[in-house]
């Protein structure tokens, strides 16, 4: 499976922002995607995942109520909807699947040691 993100940007505070990942390859083989992304000198944390086929999803707290995942299997694409952007929320976003066949501690999980696949990642940066 290969991943491309896209859609990141400058914005201001308080805007919305929409970022995408297209999977290609064996996109058949995904069992969830997320999202996660990571700050100058800091670690990769987790933002939202969402389980390819079922459609459920987990959100990290700091951005439960103003972010949205979600996804079209037609196009083989997952989409994050960020509102009330804080500049907090800057950071280098990555998209990551976990491939079907293996076992996972929980439906949605939330540790990167858990995907199997990543892409290269869009900046997303807020200004106050």
């Known amino acids: 499976v290969q991943l491309q993100a896209s859609g990141g940007g400058l914005v201001q505070a308080g805007d919305s922002l929409r970022v995408s990942c297209a999977a290609s390859?064996?996109?058949?083989?995904?069992?969830?995607m997320g999202w996660f992304r990571q700050a100058p000198g800091k670690e990769r944390e987790f933002v939202a995942a969402?389980?390819?086929?079922?459609?459920?999803?987990n959100y990290a707290d700091s951005v439960k109520g103003r972010f949205t995942v979600s996804r079209d299997n037609a196009k083989n694409t997952m989409y994050l909807q960020m509102n009330s952007l804080k500049p907090e929320d800057t950071a280098v976003y990555y998209c990551?699947?976990?491939?079907?066949?293996?076992?996972?501690?929980?439906?949605?999980?939330?540790?990167?040691?858990?995907?199997?696949?990543w892409g290269q990642g869009t900046q997303v940066t807020v200004s106050s």
């Open positions: 990551a699947v976990g491939r079907s066949g293996r076992t996972y501690p929980v439906a949605l999980p939330n540790s990167p040691t858990q995907y199997d696949y």
């Open positions: 969402i389980r390819w086929s079922a459609g459920n999803t």
């Open positions: 390859g064996r996109p058949f083989s995904i069992y969830v």
